[in-house]
């Protein structure tokens, strides 16, 4: 069974730093790529904010604007997101992805 936990959200102001984690289990995580979303609120659609290939190439959201880095630790089974330079903005569930599979998301909340 794939698992996805997320961990490391959490409120801070607004130009300070987080570093999300997610775990995976349950895959053979090396040859998956992974990405976050984020969701500001039920009623609206969850966006990419990154995505890791298997090889490493990264890609972001156009709003992320060089403050995120998404990387991947394969002998941990873990990816994270380095979230700097934060704005209120940024607030949301941020959630985990690979395949179809999700994780159940960590709150992100960035004060003014």
């Known amino acids: 069974q794939v698992q996805l936990v997320e961990s490391g959200g959490g409120l801070v102001q607004a130009g300070g730093s987080l570093r999300l984690s997610c775990e995976i289990s349950?895959?053979?995580?090396?040859?998956?790529?992974i990405a976050w979303y984020r969701q500001e609120d039920p009623e609206k659609q969850r966006e990419l904010v990154a995505n890791i290939a298997a090889v490493g190439k990264t890609t972001y959201g156009a709003f992320v604007e060089g403050r995120f880095t998404i990387s991947r630790d394969n002998s941990k089974n873990t990816v994270y997101l380095q979230m700097n330079s934060l704005k209120p903005e940024d607030t949301a569930v941020y959630y985990c992805?690979?395949?179809?599979?999700w994780g159940r998301g960590t709150q992100v909340t960035v004060s003014s």
């Open positions: 992805r690979t395949v179809y599979y």
């Open positions: 349950g895959t053979t995580f090396s040859s998956r790529a």
